[in-house]
Nanobody, 125 residues
Framework: QVQLVESGGGLVQPGGSLGLSCAAS????????MGWYRQTPGKQRELVAT???????NYADSAKGRFTISRDNLQNTVYLQMNSLNPEDTAVYYCRAEGVRYGSSYEESFLRDYWGQGTQVTVSS
């Protein structure tokens, strides 16, 4: 099976920075897209940023210019560097891996999507 393990959440003051990381583990052959979403109580989960294996990125308007997504394809890890944080960025941040090909052999592999367990980011003075 495949697991996504996130780290790096916490409390930060407005204007501060925080970095998140998410590592996918298991018998993985490839991952198409890795990214970050966030959710606050009573709201739908929303896109923050995604990155394909070909380094194509997609950012929410709220993240453009402040957040940077990157990934290490060999380590199946995705990162999110968040700068100039404000209280509206407070949320649970979820890692997502789409198009994960995994299995005991490529010929008998599976393809599916996964979510991480979420990590809390709180921006407050």
């Amino acid at each position: 099976q495949v697991q996504l393990v996130e780290s790096g959440g916490g409390l930060v003051q407005p204007g501060g920075s925080l970095g998140l990381s998410c590592a996918a583990s298991g018998s993985i052959f490839s991952i198409n897209t890795m990214g970050w979403y966030r959710q606050t109580p009573g709201k739908q989960r929303e896109l923050v940023a995604t990155m394909t294996s070909g380094d194509r990125t997609n950012y929410a308007d709220s993240a453009k210019g402040r957040f940077t997504i990157s990934r290490d394809n060999l380590q199946n890890t995705v990162y999110l560097q968040m700068n100039s944080l404000n209280p509206e960025d407070t949320a649970v941040y979820y890692c997502r891996a789409e198009g994960v090909r995994y299995g005991s052999s490529y010929e008998e592999s599976f393809l599916r999507d996964y979510w991480g367990q979420g990590t809390q980011v709180t921006v407050s003075s």
